[in-house]
C-alpha cells in the first residue's frame, strides 16, 4: 500500500494513498484551508505538489471548477485541427491533462469513509460502495486517513447515486442499477436493437452468450425475450457482482448465469446467439469506465470476431455492436470492420442500425459534432461460413 508523509501542525503525518486510476501519489504535499488562491494552487500542482484540504468542502468544489476554467480558457487558446481525427485525440489529451492537474487536490477519508470536513456531504454508503465496507483506513501507523483526489471522491458520490436510483431500461420496463467502476447504460439506443433482431433462422428458444455483460443489462433483455438460457460473462469482478444483483432484482437470476471470465464462458460448449458489445473507440482507457469505450490496437473487438465461430452452433449468429464513429473521425479504416469479419471466416447475415440518442450528438459546439451527427450504432448478424 502506497503511503504519503507530510507534517502538519509540527508533527509528521502519514496517510494512506488511493486512486482507482492508478495515478501516482504526489512527491510533495502541503495543507491548504479556504484561504489559497485558484492560480496559487494552480502552480503548486503543476509543481508537483498534492494540496491537502482541511477546509470547508464547498469551497474545495469551488477551488475545482476555478482551476478546471483556468486549465479550459488556456485550451481554447489553441487553433483547432481540421481533421477530426485529431480533433478528438487532441480532446483526449486536453481532458488527461486536466484530470491530472484536477487530481492534484485531495480530501482525506477516515476508516469508516466518514469525511471531517465542514459541510462535507455524508458519503460513507458510497465510499463502501465503490471502495468496500471494510473501510479505506485503520492502521495506527498511517493514522487512519485514506487520500482520494476530490474528483475521484466526486465521482464516487455521483456513481453512487446513479446506484441507487437506477437507469430506466425502456425495453426491460424496469431499472438497471449499475456500480461504480460499471459502465452505465446511459446510452440505450443498442438496447433497442438487441429486444428487436430476430433470432436465427430454426431457432425458437435459444442459447445465449452476453460477452461483456458490464450491468447485465442485455442479458436480463434476452432472458425476457426467452431464449432458453443465458449465459452473461465480463472480465471485470465489479461488473460480474453488478449484473448478478441487477439480474437478482429482476426476477431472472434462475435463468442467467453469471460468471468472470475473459470473454468465452470457461466451460466451453456453444450458443446458438452469442452478443458482444465492445469498446467501439481504438485506445487506451485512462480509467474503469472508459474501458467500456476504448478498446487498446481493437484487441476485444479482434478476439471476438477471430474466435467467434469456434463458438456457434451450425445455426447460431454473433451479433456484433458497434459505434461508427471510430470510422467518422479516422481512427479505423472505412473497411477494416468488413475485412476483419471476412478474413475471420464469417458472414454477415444482416444489419440493424440506429442513431445514437445522446446530447452529445444533437450539440453543434461540440468539436466532433460534424462526425456525432452523422454516427450509427449496428448491429451485425454474422454467422460462420457463407450465409
Same mark, same amino acid.
Request: glycine residues 10%.
Given at each position: ?114 469525511? $471531517? &470536513?465542514?459541510? =462535507?456531504?455524508?458519503? *460513507?454508503? +458510497?465510499? @463502501? ?5 471494510? /473501510?479505506?483506513?485503520? %492502521? ?108 437478482? $432484482? &429482476?426476477?431472472? =437470476?434462475?435463468?442467467? *448465469?453469471? +460468471?468472470? @471470465? ?5 466451460? /466451453?460448449?456453444?450458443? %446458438? ?112 461460413? =457463407?450465409?
Amino acid at each position: 500500500m502506497t503511503t504519503v508523509s507530510w507534517s502538519e501542525n509540527g508533527a509528521p503525518r502519514t496517510a494512506r494513498w488511493r486512486s482507482e486510476n492508478g495515478a501516482p501519489a504526489p512527491r510533495d504535499l502541503v495543507v491548504i484551508t479556504d484561504d489559497i488562491s485558484a492560480d496559487k494552487a494552480l502552480r503548486l500542482i503543476r509543481s508537483g505538489t498534492g494540496l491537502l484540504w482541511r477546509g470547508d468542502f464547498h469551497n474545495a468544489r469551488q477551488l475545482l471548477r476555478a482551476i478546471d476554467r483556468r486549465l479550459q480558457k488556456r485550451e481554447s487558446r489553441t487553433p483547432p485541427s481540421a481533421d477530426p481525427g485529431e480533433v478528438f485525440l487532441a480532446n483526449r489529451r486536453a481532458r488527461a491533462h486536466r484530470a491530472a492537474i484536477l487530481g492534484g487536490i485531495l480530501i482525506p477519508l477516515q476508516p469508516d469513509h466518514s469525511i $471531517r &470536513l465542514r459541510r =462535507a456531504p455524508d458519503a *460513507r454508503d +458510497a465510499c @463502501a460502495h465503490a471502495y468496500g465496507p471494510e /473501510g479505506v483506513g485503520g %492502521d495506527d501507523d498511517v493514522g487512519g486517513e485514506t487520500l482520494v483526489s476530490l474528483p475521484e471522491l466526486l465521482g464516487v458520490i455521483s456513481a453512487y447515486e446513479w446506484h441507487r436510483m437506477g437507469i430506466e431500461v425502456a425495453a426491460l420496463g424496469a431499472r438497471i442499477h449499475p456500480a461504480h467502476g460499471v459502465f452505465a447504460p446511459t446510452r440505450d439506443e443498442y438496447i433497442d436493437l438487441v429486444a428487436d433482431a430476430p433470432w436465427p433462422r430454426g431457432v425458437d428458444q435459444p442459447v445465449v452468450w452476453d460477452i461483456g455483460t458490464g450491468t447485465g443489462v442485455l442479458a436480463a433483455v434476452l432472458a425476457r425475450r426467452g431464449a432458453r438460457e443465458v449465459v452473461a460473462t465480463d472480465i471485470n469482478p465489479r461488473a460480474v457482482r453488478c449484473a448478478a444483483e441487477n439480474l437478482d $432484482r &429482476l426476477g431472472l =437470476a434462475d435463468r442467467v *448465469r453469471v +460468471a468472470e @471470465a475473459d470473454l468465452w464462458p470457461a466451460d /466451453g460448449g456453444r450458443a %446458438d446467439v452469442v452478443v458482444c458489445n465492445p469498446p467501439w473507440i481504438p485506445g487506451r482507457p485512462t480509467s474503469a469506465l472508459e474501458r467500456g469505450i476504448y478498446d487498446p490496437g481493437s484487441g476485444v473487438l479482434n478476439r471476438f470476431l477471430g474466435e467467434l465461430a469456434e463458438h456457434l452452433t451450425p445455426r447460431g449468429e454473433g451479433w456484433l455492436i458497434l459505434s461508427d464513429l471510430a470510422e467518422l473521425i479516422g481512427l479505423r479504416a472505412p473497411d477494416e470492420l468488413t475485412d476483419r469479419i471476412v478474413g475471420a471466416g464469417l458472414a454477415v447475415v444482416g444489419t440493424h442500425e440506429t442513431t445514437p440518442r445522446h446530447p452529445r450528438a444533437a450539440d453543434d459546439a461540440d468539436p466532433l459534432h460534424a462526425a456525432r451527427s452523422r454516427e450509427r450504432t449496428v448491429l451485425w448478424r454474422l454467422s460462420a461460413g =457463407a450465409s
